[in-house]
């Protein structure tokens, strides 16, 4: 059962708009959250993280957004540029203290010149 | 080189042998993960170690040992393998047990079992 999910596999922007991608959960003991990025044949870099007692938080391009009532979180990326292209997972930690961290499906992101 | 080294960086196996994915960290980091991804799937959680010396089971534990002797070293095994163990497998280390922050990933062990 995925705790994590990911609906859209796959997301194409033309460069310079704005790229939504969207992250759910089903466990409300998830406390922090966080997006990675991965090139193909690289390992996952850690890009933005954000706690429960927040609901926005922005490091340049990068904002995520938490809504906790919904279960749901977003990452912005603007302008999106095409170094951008990658595959995005979200994960979750949280859970009783195990600090297990659970990611989801993931996206691919495309952007467009 | 600081960061986190895994071995071998491919490898085929024959269904039935026995394998051990190696991880090493220089970072001194507490915590210490194996993920494998496969596609539509995403990282899913093998086994973890919040200190040396404790082991905790992911969401997929299942044909998969670790141990965990010191800070630096996180093995994997597959005791004997099978064909739906192909896949790529992801270490990742975090600076503390005690608080929420990032992990960090190796570049990855591409797995196929024949």
């Known amino acids: 059962d995925q705790q994590v999910k990911q609906n859209s596999p796959s997301l194409s922007v033309q460069e310079g708009r704005i790229s939504i991608l969207n992250c759910d959960y089903t466990?409300?003991?998830?406390?922090?959250f966080l997006w990675y990025k991965k090139y193909p044949a690289e390992g996952p870099t850690f890009l933005i993280s954000?706690?429960?007692?927040?609901d926005k938080n922005e490091d340049g391009r990068f904002t995520v957004f938490l809504n906790k009532s919904a279960k749901h979180l977003s990452l912005h990326i603007v302008p999106s540029q095409p170094g951008d292209s990658a595959v995005y997972f979200c994960?979750?930690?949280?859970?009783?203290?195990?600090?297990?961290?659970?990611f989801g499906t993931g996206t691919r992101l495309k952007v467009l010149a | 080189i600081a960061g986190i080294t895994q071995a071998p960086t491919s490898q085929i196996l024959a269904a039935g042998r026995r394998m051990t994915l190696r991880c090493t960290q220089d970072?001194?980091?507490?915590?210490m993960y194996w993920y494998r991804q496969d596609l539509g799937l995403g990282l899913r959680l093998i086994h973890y170690?919040?200190?040396?010396?404790?082991?905790g089971k992911g969401e997929v534990p299942d044909g998969y040992s670790v141990s965990r002797a010191n800070t630096d070293d996180f093995p994997l095994t597959l005791a004997s393998a099978v064909p739906s163990q192909t896949s790529v497998y992801f270490c990742?280390?975090?600076?503390?047990?005690?608080?929420?922050?990032?992990?960090?990933f190796g570049p990855g062990t591409r797995l196929t079992v024949l």
């Open positions: 990742a280390s975090r600076v503390s047990s005690g608080s929420y922050n990032e992990q960090f």
């Open positions: 466990n409300s003991m998830f406390d922090y």
């Open positions: 954000i706690s429960s007692i927040k």
């Open positions: 994960a979750a930690a949280g859970i009783s203290g195990t600090y297990k961290y659970i």
């Open positions: 970072m001194r980091h507490n915590a």
């Open positions: 170690s919040n200190t040396a010396g404790t082991t």
